[in-house]
């Protein structure tokens, strides 16, 4: 089962109550704010499907998740999420790589690490070179919104 990253693209004009609710649900509060959850979590398809106008997602690979975790990975009072710590409160040596390893094995769920002192999203900026098409188009039809599997990987490096 694959570990998705979800991207928030679009702003905070004109979004429907619902779909404005399930962004929030999502932690996905302001543009290129990006959270990671496992596809077997129940009801997460559904609330993709509801924000994919507002949204992109794909599968992360443990190369890009260890780059976001070490660059952009936050604990609560805006300080870096470090081996050390990694090793003194989760209780895993190996530090960064290994969490890596736990969260795309779905042992360690991302969100779930709020409870330790970790931000459970991660701050993004907006892509450097730009998007390559229209942020209100659909992946799939030339446009950056919706799924698009591995190639979200591309993007998260151009915005780390």
Do not use: C
Not at 28 to 49: F, Q, T, V
């Amino acid at each position: 089962m694959p570990l998705y990253i979800v991207i928030r693209i679009r702003g905070e004009a004109d979004v429907n109550p619902d779909t404005e609710k399930t962004l929030y649900l999502l932690r996905l509060r302001r543009r290129y704010a990006a959270a990671l959850y496992h596809s077997s979590l129940p009801g997460i398809e559904g609330m993709l499907r509801k924000v994919e106008n507002w949204a992109t997602w794909g599968e992360i690979t443990k190369d890009t998740l260890v780059e976001l975790i070490t660059k952009r990975g936050r604990l609560y009072g805006d300080k870096p999420i470090t081996g050390e710590w990694i090793a003194l409160n989760l209780g895993l040596p190996g530090g960064v790589y290994e969490l890596a390893e736990k969260l795309l094995a779905g042992e360690i769920h991302y969100h779930r690490l709020e409870e330790k002192g970790v931000k459970p999203f991660f701050r993004l900026h907006p892509p450097r070179g730009g998007f390559k098409g229209s942020i209100k188009i659909h992946y799939k039809a030339g446009g950056e919104l919706g799924y698009r599997g591995q190639d979200i990987n591309q993007l998260v490096l151009r915005m780390l």
